[in-house]
């Protein structure tokens, strides 16, 4: 099977890799990929929102499949742009349609699709400029800490949350006013705070049946004790020791098997991942958001526990019967840490060499924000490079990938030295 995969972070060098572990893969191409992706596939120079330029790539190079990484070219519609293209409609692409997509493009949509269908998540309203006035009071007639979400896509930074009230009036009328997000934030959704512990569930679906991937917990904040600002993502670690056989049976009956019954219901078409970032309150399971992807840096820590073929799985998604295909997990642990570049999450510098990638022998490093310069990689982005590692239980495997960490290094390289310390000391 020759394969597309559309993307250039962490999350499709992790894809990549494992896609071309498969027996059923004649070709791979990483559209339009980063210094790592070359190892396992071709690297092609199209943008994954180029829809023109990927129709006339798969067409040429007879691409049986698309695999969809990031989220803008899912809820730009890539999906329905194949559907309805005489020449495309035939090459199935993994992931949503747009309407399904909007799980992630809206949170209005996403709260609405939610409470439909019963599933736990916190209460919330939704306010444009039209009914700031409204969407202030709202506010007041909170409790702190106050939550403000841009309704759009705004690069994982249009998530507030705030503890006085004069500063969240201020910030709901910066998002709302003066589009402090751009279009993402023409509309705000205000919901209450759930005070818990976070991680992050996994599915691939067909649209009618499911299989459920390793879940994972990852580090948001750029400072070691979650402090300082959000980020893309930390590190990761994977199985999270709180999400015991109980607390998963919860998340199945109450988030899963709800979300795809009414994906079905509703006549939205899904095919692809579900990303549930779920809120562990006293023990019960709620929605904080859905993403219609893998996430990153997850991706880097719950696809090397995969054991099963991907492209097999794929395959099941696209011709319906995904119920009949066996998924199986590697029984070891692992744990993901972000490298990023000095200033991250703010101003940072990039065209920074990598020294030592080549003496990490037992760990897997996924490249996240690199370029190649003939034999030499360096940094183009804020998060470089996430550094993976198994090991018979999390202790174990993140020890191991702070010893590889150790290995790599490149000017101004900054990374979190606290990551599992949370979860292992509740244990």
């Known amino acids: 099977m020759k394969v ?9 060098h992790a894809l990549a890799w494992k896609i071309a572990q498969s027996s059923i893969l004649d070709e791979l191409y990483i559209a339009p990929g980063n210094a790592g992706t070359r190892q396992f596939g071709k690297n092609i120079p199209i943008s994954p929102i180029d829809f023109d330029a990927v129709k006339l790539f798969v067409l040429e190079n007879n691409i049986e499949m698309v695999v969809v990484g990031p989220e ?5 519609g890539i999906y329905d742009f194949f559907i309805a293209d005489p020449d495309l409609y035939k090459i199935p692409v993994i992931g949503p349609s747009k309407y399904g997509a909007q799980l992630e493009g809206s949170k209005d949509f996403a709260k609405a699709f939610m409470n439909r269908h019963s599933i736990p998540t916190a209460k919330y ?3 444009t400029i039209d009914n700031l006035e409204e969407g202030l009071t709202f506010l007041k007639n909170m409790k702190s800490p106050y939550v403000l979400k841009a309704d759009g896509l705004a690069a994982g930074k249009g998530v507030l949350i705030i503890h006085d009230l ?23 959704v205000i919901e209450q705070f759930l005070d818990g512990i976070e991680l992050s569930v996994f599915i691939v679906t067909d649209g009618h049946s499911f299989k459920l991937l390793p879940e994972a917990k990852d580090y948001k904040r750029i400072g070691e004790g979650d402090t300082g600002p959000n980020t893309g993502g930390m590190g990761a670690i994977s199985p999270v020791p709180f999400a015991d056989a109980a607390f998963m049976d ?18 939205i078409v899904y095919k692809g991942f579900v990303f549930f970032g779920l809120i562990c309150v006293k023990g019960d399971p709620y929605v904080i958001e859905y993403n219609c992807r893998m996430g990153d840096p997850e991706t880097e820590v719950v696809i090397p526990r995969l054991k099963s073929d ?30 990023v570049a000095g200033g991250y999450p703010d101003v940072y510098e990039k065209g920074k060499q990598i020294y030592g990638l080549n003496s990490v022998v ?5 490249h996240a924000g690199t370029i190649a310069d003939g034999p030499s990689v360096l940094t183009s982005g804020g998060r470089v490079l996430a550094v993976t590692s198994y090991g018979k239980n999390i ?16 000017e101004g390289a900054y990374y979190r030295k606290d990551l599992g310390q949370d979860v292992l000391s509740q244990k």
């Open 4 to 12: 597309l995969l559309l993307g250039s972070g962490g999350r499709e």
């Open 72 to 76: 803008e070219p899912l809820v730009l």
């Open 166 to 188: 004069d500063e969240a009036q201020a910030e709901l009328k910066s998002m709302l006013q003066h589009e402090k997000f751009g279009e993402a934030s023409k509309k705000v």
């Open 395 to 410: 202790e174990v495997a993140i020890e191991k990938a702070y010893e590889a960490v150790s290995k790599i290094s490149f």
């Open 310 to 339: 991907i492209l097999d799985l794929f395959e099941g998604i696209a011709s319906n019967t995904l119920s009949e295909r066996d998924i199986q997990f590697i029984d070891k642990s692992a744990a993901t840490v972000m490298m």
């Open 125 to 127: 309203a939704t306010f």
């Open 250 to 267: 919860k998340v199945h009956n109450r988030i899963i098997v709800p979300t795809v019954k009414g994906l079905k219901s509703e006549g």
């Open 362 to 366: 037992d760990s897997l490093v996924f």
